[in-house]
């Protein structure tokens, strides 16, 4: 097992050179630091030495990859490839673009993500989960057909809508909750439940049908016919049986994006004005800094590497039939 | 000349795009194993009645699409000379909606202004009115108690004259199939009412009824008023809705064109020739799906707005700016996309490469490129075309979220995302001004929605594991 986890690990480096050389070659051999500080500071009236004092209160006046007026091992570390890409492997994102420390701002961000997406995961997939047997129950029924028919039109309905209508009805129209904001503590309570709620409620629809597919993959399966034929109810075999064999693939589906989690969602703390990573990076992109936007597509990456090498071990938990080889 | 065309590379592309579908449309025609599964497509209720719909959408896309400059009229005869502004011939078919541009907001149907204003009145005092709108409405010469009589008077004809349009057509069509099949009008026309045939015909009838009714009554209503009201500089937001399924279109269309040539050369090679060219495109997929698409895309957009804006001279026009946006866009969503198909036919090759007839004809001496070319690429379209309907409206969802980040499509283009981005700050006015995103909701919603459910019988039609079943 825990010869299998190293060996996933390491796995994890190539990728995560690759996604270090793709940002590199995004971000500063496709538009040269030279670019980036002509529109950082305007297009007319720069002077080359504004240029070359922006680019070197940044870091950015390094060559890109070799460096022939250092000495020795500095001809590769005085870089901009070492100094900001090689330097993420060890998470020192460095400093943004407007000068403020990116560790620590992702550090404090973080935690506001987090309260939203964690209820919103675990109340979503409770209620997905349940309308899913619901259906599954009363399959191949009129039932079945229309919230089919239903949860693909609610599928249908850009998050956008959801947002804004969420936002017009709850928010202005029955003033129960505010609109915006966020706060610490318990205060926080009343600015979360109208972004969790409409989270939810945006993605019962393709969440409602995936798990519906899983079910009835499942309720076709040779076990469940002889459930049936010990005469067990069908509530029963739903419930007993088939639940807890759908869980394998619905579990494994939600742990890839556990560790996703603390990236937030963009459009939600963007609408809700939540000071969490979603915003920080949408805010980012706004004012073009791109030494944040660097940042966050590479901790993305590397949640996202975590969250499958968290999935094929938990493949092995929840299924003994799977062996790691 | 009257007119001088001119062809953006996005329309170039979705000609092309045109060009194929119309193609294998006619080749799949004579082929019986292709032609089985549409025709199972077609003859399910809810397939027909999403591709009437969906074909509604294409045609007008693909009207906007057929671009020219008009010429310019002072000039004297033997010189040529074209205007600036690129129309289109949809620009053309909606003229009036296109130049009715009003002061700034009015509400649909409306016939003043949202807010009111300081006008001079006759007698020469100040007076705080609701001011009349320069075109909607304008021939009434009192609106309070003819405009409701107005409305239903231009509907009522509008319908009228959809229903005799649409009632000649479908006759039409119910003569010919009676002449083909040898039989009696009146017994054809019972067959069809009763919805007795072998294609769902009633319920195309009553789609194509209703979509002209819509056509009928929004272009009637739509010249003298403002069917869904005016934005913020006065622009008709019913104009704006419909210029905007070129956008969704085109993203949804293009973004498969340019992601399938890679995503099936890549997936076919690695599941074919495995050993150490699995190994890289493996890699390359990888790492590439690693990255949230999201960031991603946002980081290529900004980089591209670093580029356009460093060599802004390097354009003729605003729209051919916006236009090279836009295939940008498709580019990088094919980028983000081509992956997981990629991953689905190098399966595919994976389990096909085992099949005897592979052996057979490796046996044979077939080359190996022509292996790839005849056996194993057509014995994975199947998976191809279901992935490519089921992305489409993905992608057509994630336009306006990246619009509403400001990494989409360029802020000139019309879009539902712009629409969006641009509407929702003034859902907080009071009043709220709900029609812009009322617009954007309903056209959007309708081609999602039938997207996904032809996405679903396309599946269900196309899968041999279900199709097997039934």
Known sequence: ?325 | MLFQPVILITDALFFALTTVIFVFVMIARKKEHLRRPWGKVIKRTTGAVALVVLICYYSIALLDSMHFRLKLENVTQSEYQYSNEILSVLDVLMASMRTQVEKTFSAPLAVQLFSKEMVQQDDGSMQQIYPRLKYGGAHLDDPLSEKSKDLVKISIRAIVMAILCWAGFWLLTVWRNSKSKHSSFSASLQRFVSGDSEYPLRAIAITTGLITIAIFVSMFVGSKYHLFGTDKVGQDVFYQAIKSIRTGILIGALTTLVMLPVAITLGAMAGFFRGWVDDVIQYIYTTLNSIPHVLLIAASVLLLQVYMSNNAEGFDSLTERADLRLLFLCLILGITSWTGLCRLLRAETFKLREMEYIQAATAFGVTKSNILARHIMPNFMHIVLITVVLDFSGLVLAEAVLSYINIGVDPATHSWGNMINQARLEMARDPAVWWSLTAAFIFMFTLVLFANLFADVVRDALDPRISGSE
């Not at chain 1, 001809?75 to 998470?91: A, D």
């Not at chain 1, 089919?148 to 998050?159: D, G, K, N």
């Open chain 1, 1 to 325: 097992m825990i010869a299998y986890i190293v060996r996933r690990v390491l796995y994890a480096f190539p990728l995560l050179l690759g996604i270090n050389l793709i940002t590199f070659v995004l971000f500063f051999v496709v538009n040269s630091p030279d670019d980036m500080a002509k529109n950082q500071l305007g297009q007319k009236h720069t002077t080359a030495q504004q240029i070359e004092d922006w680019k070197r209160e940044r870091g950015y006046n390094l060559p890109l990859i070799y460096n022939e007026d250092a000495s020795a091992g500095a001809k590769f570390t005085e870089t901009i490839f070492y100094q900001k890409s090689i330097r993420l492997f060890v998470f020192d994102f460095g400093s943004s673009d407007s000068g403020r420390d990116i560790s620590y701002d992702i550090a404090n961000r973080m935690w506001p993500s987090l309260t939203i997406a964690v209820p919103h995961l675990i109340v979503g997939l409770l209620i997905t989960i349940t309308f899913a047997l619901l259906i599954a129950f009363f399959r191949a029924s009129y039932i079945d057909y229309w919230a089919v028919i239903i949860c693909v039109a609610l599928m249908s309905i850009s998050t956008l809508f959801y947002i804004i209508g969420g936002q017009f009805i709850i928010g202005k129209l029955l003033k129960v909750v505010p609109i915006s904001g966020y706060d610490t503590g318990l205060d926080a309570l009343k600015f979360l439940i109208l972004p969790v709620i409409i989270g939810i409620v945006g993605g019962i629809g393709s969440g409602t049908r995936w798990y519906r597919t899983i079910f009835l993959e499942e309720i076709g399966k040779d076990y469940v016919r002889t459930a049936r034929s010990k005469g067990i109810s069908e509530q029963l075999v739903l419930f007993r049986h088939v639940l807890r064999n759908a869980l394998i693939p619905i579990l494994t589906g939600v742990v890839v994006v556990l560790p996703l989690l603390f990236m937030g969602s963009l459009l939600t703390e963007n609408f809700f004005g939540i000071p969490g990573l979603g915003s920080y990076t949408i805010d980012a992109i706004n004012r073009q800094d791109f030494a944040i936007v660097r940042s966050m597509v590479y901790l993305g990456s590397v949640l996202y590497i975590i969250g499958l090498i968290l999935t094929d071990i938990s493949y092995t938990l929840v299924d003994p039939r799977i062996r790691l080889s």
